[in-house]
């Protein structure tokens, strides 16, 4: 099983990155995908998830209407879509597959907001 987080890097306040999480050796459109992410000394933290078969998502209100999670279950990919980044959203950020057993995790990808 591996989880493959890719797209982070250093953005500007009030620019965009799209992360994506690519999935090998599961039935990825069987699992609910989420991600979330980690701050220096702060503890991991729940960010947004989508269900599998209907895709309902759920996010975490400090990303509310900014963040955007999809799935494409042909590329086995899920991906985040960060907009008006903040200064705040700079942490690890992690790829976790979940729901029909043991959690799956990514090594995680960096995501720094700063000018």
């Known amino acids: 099983v591996q989880l493959v987080e890719s797209g982070g890097g250093l953005v500007q306040p009030g620019g965009s990155l799209r992360l994506s999480c690519a999935a090998s050796?599961?039935?990825?459109?069987?699992?609910?995908m989420s991600w979330y992410r980690q701050a220096p000394g702060k503890e991991r933290e729940f960010v947004a998830h989508?269900?599998?078969?209907?895709?309902?998502?759920k996010y975490a209100d400090s990303v509310k209407g900014r963040f955007t999670i999809s799935r494409d279950n042909a590329k086995n990919t899920v991906y985040l879509q960060m907009n008006s980044l903040k200064p705040e959203d700079t942490a690890v950020y992690y790829c976790?597959?979940?729901?029909?057993?043991?959690?799956?995790w990514g090594q995680g990808t960096q995501v720094t907001v700063s000018s």
């Open positions: 976790n597959a979940w729901g029909l057993g043991p959690d799956y």
């Open positions: 050796g599961f039935t990825f459109s069987r699992w609910s």
């Open positions: 989508i269900i599998s078969g209907g895709g309902s998502t």
